[in-house]
């Protein structure tokens, strides 16, 4: 195999792909010849429904999926009638809309803007703000813009300092660019773009209830796995429609009747937002499993900290730990569960435990069996419950795809045929062209390809063993490996032959070539350590006149190495080209510390009479960037990398995940707890806060004044370090313990489960990247995404040429998952043979 055909990692580029062009792509020859050949055989539409469902179920679920599924039933005879009842010439017009890249696009623009009004729109506490409680008006204007921007001398100093400051007395981050107004005017355009968006689906269902909420595909036979999707989108959309009623009635209600009072409204916007989501679902899903499990570890737990509890308060009766933290049973499991996140631990014993040494027993102790044990065992339920769920998810819809594979293969074949001919599998795809708007257009090339590479015995038939990887070959998209040239090929022809040029792409792809870069990698790592050592030690611009400056030798020898560096990325450029240079990541990161290398030596040499100090640091910053490409040379770093990159489409789910438990928790913070946290002396609630934990800690930008500052105090309690402080202020400005709940459910949903989640999904991922770079696999599948072949060299030879196949990066496949199914597409004829 020639370094040419190694494989490529390709970026989202603009260029164009198979798969992407119009529809009726097919010669007029072909189409007249499939459309006779489809009406004489009726069972061929009968089939390609059957595998439009294969094509589906082989797509990963996407973060922000659209959640309409369309599915087949069991008797291919059933299936036949109820798709001609129920796909009239104008539902399939509507559908065809509903999938365009267009509408889906925009769809996802007016999810994400429903979602994120919440955080640019005025909170529902100060929409009748006076100024304090009775106090006058603060600023002008009952209004949010009044509290957000009023300031003063605050109610008290939480330092020692005589001298006045100017404070704002409602801390925000100055997010709210929105009247109250202006955010209904664009909530009613968005929840207006929704209605319509489900009127189009209506549309495209006949305008027919029983179909909108599949009603009547419940009633027929399905398999387990169609049926659960059905029953799950079936669910989610009369959630949808009624969360839209909702909405429209929280809009009349402000528009008709002047009613500021929506609190919920933010609320029911992410319910809006999950009901569009069939990734987060997916997780939502995950996490509802997981609760049973964890109710018993979880029960124990809650024994063991209640034991513990009870001994404290005895043990510790009428002394000063006692006084402290176990005043009384409900003040001990607090202090108990506190200790448990490590947050007060060892402050929680040192009252106890200056006076009696032997005290530490009991809390260490506890520590070991809830921190050490229990936590760890909560983990590993989580992991095991995750990945299981996960490995059980997709051995169903492998064997899901492959049954409704199996279907269409006998409906294809009858008598002792055994095989789909080539003929047939064409008429499939028209038929998936002309009524299967949701699979995306299949071209004429692409569809000679995607045979070529079923046929994997070059026969020209499809035997059942090769037919069954028809849904993962659907997932490809292909693109013409000249493309590719670089600019050398495209314009200066004459050059190829040239002696120099071969020199140089046999350099180029040569191994030594990448050694020595890595050489020099790791000696400029060096000088750059050294050279900067006098701003890493934190000398000051002034210390150091003479940095940077091009007579200094070190400053030669950096220059030096950029030109090295240079010539490396000019030459692979002018051998692999543009687009193949930067389709992989690691060039991709090369090349930009290089172009800033380039740009902070030409600074150096030109510019130094006029060198500042923020120039010197620019310097500073690319130079050492240029360090971080050691760490691709390592080999655990790069399968670290590896990891971080192929994890990110599981990972955005979880993300979105992790997102909406914030989301959700920062709008009951406001709920509760909106603007309480003030320095307002005008506002008795203001002195509530006087001598506590949060005002002695300067925390009064952790609050729920706004819906950003109240993520931000939820991803504070995420990673839980000081959170007893924000605790101490709420519970303060609130007067009741029972604001401490507020803390306890997000520890256990945003902690124990969600932020478990995230470790179960790194760890999972890793061990299985750690694993296949153990694995003899071809160099093709290097990179894991996507690879080069040879048409004209395939078993079933088509003369297009070369190819660059990939799995369409809108399936948001990790990279694991690409790199199993282009190797059970591509393995068995690829080896062997040098494409």
């Known amino acids: 195999m020639t370094s040419e055909s190694t494989s490529l990692l390709l970026s989202d580029s603009c260029s164009p792909y198979l798969g992407q062009k119009k529809r009726n792509a097919w010669s007029l020859e072909e189409t007249e010849s499939l459309s006779l050949f489809t009406a004489e055989n009726p069972n061929i539409q009968t089939a390609a429904f059957l595998l439009r469902d ?25 299936l036949s009638s109820y798709s001609t009842a129920t796909s009239s010439h104008k539902s399939r017009f509507f559908r065809r809309i509903l999938t365009s890249s267009l509408v889906r696009a925009f769809l996802r623009l007016c999810m994400v803007g429903i979602v994120l009004l919440s955080f640019v729109e005025p909170p529902s506490w100060c929409r009748d703000f006076q100024g304090g409680d009775g106090g006058g008006d603060v600023g002008g204007g009952g ?8 300031q003063g001398i605050p109610a008290f100093y939480s330092d020692s300092s005589s001298e006045v400051k100017i404070q704002p007395y409602y801390p925000n981050t100055g997010t709210v660019w929105f009247t109250e107004e202006q955010s209904i005017k664009i909530e009613c355009f968005l929840v207006g773009m929704f209605l319509l968006h489900t009127l189009l689906c ?57 009613n500021p009072e929506r609190p919920f409204a933010v609320f029911l916007r992410m319910i809006l937002f999950i009901t569009y989501s069939e990734g987060l679902q997916s997780e939502i899903m995950t996490v509802m499993e997981i ?25 510790f009766y009428n002394t000063s730990e006692g006084s402290e933290h176990f005043s009384n049973l409900i003040e001990a ?50 992991c095991n419950i995750y990945n299981n769920r996960h490995d059980a998810k997709d051995a169903e819809l492998e064997k899901a795809r492959e049954d409704y594979c199996r279907k269409a293969f006998d409906v294809l074949t009858s008598g002792d045929v055994e095989y789909v001919t080539r003929q047939q599998l064409m008429g499939v795809f028209m038929i998936l062209n002309q009524e299967c708007d949701e699979i995306g257009a299949v071209e004429e090339e692409r569809a000679e390809l995607i045979f070529a590479i079923l046929d994997k015995d070059g026969s020209e038939k499809l035997e059942l063993n090769e037919f069954l990887y028809f849904g993962q070959a659907m997932l490809l998209e292909f693109e013409e490996f000249a493309n590719y040239k670089s600019f050398v090929e495209k314009y200066f022809p004459a050059l190829l032959e040239s002696e120099f040029y071969k020199n140089l792409k046999q350099v180029v792809h040569s191994d030594w070539f990448e050694r020595s870069v890595d050489v020099m990698v790791t000696i400029n790592a060096f000088v750059v350590l050294v050279h900067s050592y006098p701003m890493l030690a934190g000398k000051s611009f002034q210390d150091n006149l003479d940095y940077a400056e091009i007579d200094s030798p070190w400053e030669v020898v950096e220059v030096i190495f950029t030109i090295i560096f240079a010539f490396e990325m000019t030459s692979k450029i002018a051998v692999l080209g543009f687009k193949r240079y930067f389709s992989s990541l690691r060039n991709i990161f090369d090349g930009s510390v290089t172009i800033s290398a380039i740009i902070s030596a030409f600074y150096t040499c030109f510019t130094s009479n006029d060198r500042t100090s923020h120039l010197t640091r620019f310097i500073i910053m690319a130079r050492v960037f240029r360090i971080l490409r050691f760490f691709v040379v390592v080999k655990q770093f790069n399968a670290m990398s590896k990891t971080f990159y192929g994890i990110l489409p599981a990972a955005s789910r ?28 005008n506002n008795p609630t203001s002195y509530l806060l006087e001598g506590t934990d949060f005002a002695d800690a300067f925390y009064w930008a952790n609050n729920f004044n706004d819906m950003l500052s109240g993520a931000n105090v939820c991803f504070n309690l995420l990673v839980i370090n000081n959170w007893n ?42 061990l299985d990247e750690f694993e296949s770079d153990n694995d003899e696999v071809d160099d093709v599948f290097e ?30 496949l990790t990279a694991m998952k690409s790199k199993k199914v282009l190797k059970q597409l591509f393995s068995q004829r690829v080896r062997g043979r040098e494409i």
């Open 143 to 150: 209004s949010c813009k009044a509290a957000m921007s009023a």
């Open 654 to 681: 979880v993300a979105l995940l992790l997102f909406c438990v914030i989301y959700t928790w920062s709008w009951i913070g406001i709920y509760f707890f909106g603007g309480l946290i003030t320095r307002d002396p």
């Open 725 to 766: 402080e924000m605790e101490s202020g709420i519970v303060a400005v609130a007067q009741t313990k029972l604001s401490r709940f507020y803390f306890l459910t997000f520890y256990i949903m945003g902690v124990m489960i969600v932020n478990n989640l995230v470790i179960a999904l790194v760890i999972g991922y890793f």
């Open 202 to 258: 209506l549309a495209a269902d006949d305008f027919s209830i029983e179909n909108f909420f599949y009603i009547g595909v419940l009633r027929l036979e399905l398999d387990t796995v169609s049926a659960r999707r059905i029953r799950n989108a079936s669910i989610f959309r009369w959630v949808r429609v009624l969360t839209l009623c909702l909405l429209v009635k929280g809009i009349l209600s402000f528009s008709l009747m002047s």
């Open 54 to 78: 294969a094509i589906l179920l082989a797509k990963s679920t996407s973060s922000f999926a659209h959640t309409d599924v369309f599915v087949s039933v069991n008797k291919p005879e059933t």
């Open 333 to 382: 499991l607090w202090s108990l569960f506190t200790s448990m996140t490590t947050v007060i631990y060892p402050d929680v014993m040192m009252a106890g435990y200056n006076e009696n040494r032997f005290v530490a027993l009991f809390f260490v102790i506890y520590m070991i069996l809830v921190f050490f044990f229990f936590q760890n065992v909560i983990l590993g339920y989580i």
């Open 783 to 812: 990179s894991g995404r996507e690879l080069v072949f040879d048409s004209d060299q395939m078993p079933t030879p088509k003369e297009f040429g070369k190819y660059v196949a990939r799995l369409n990066p809108k399936y948001r």
């Open 291 to 315: 609760l049973p499990a964890l109710f018993s570890v979880g029960l124990v737990l809650s024994m063991v900290i209640a034991f513990f509890g009870l001994v404290g308060v005895a043990a």
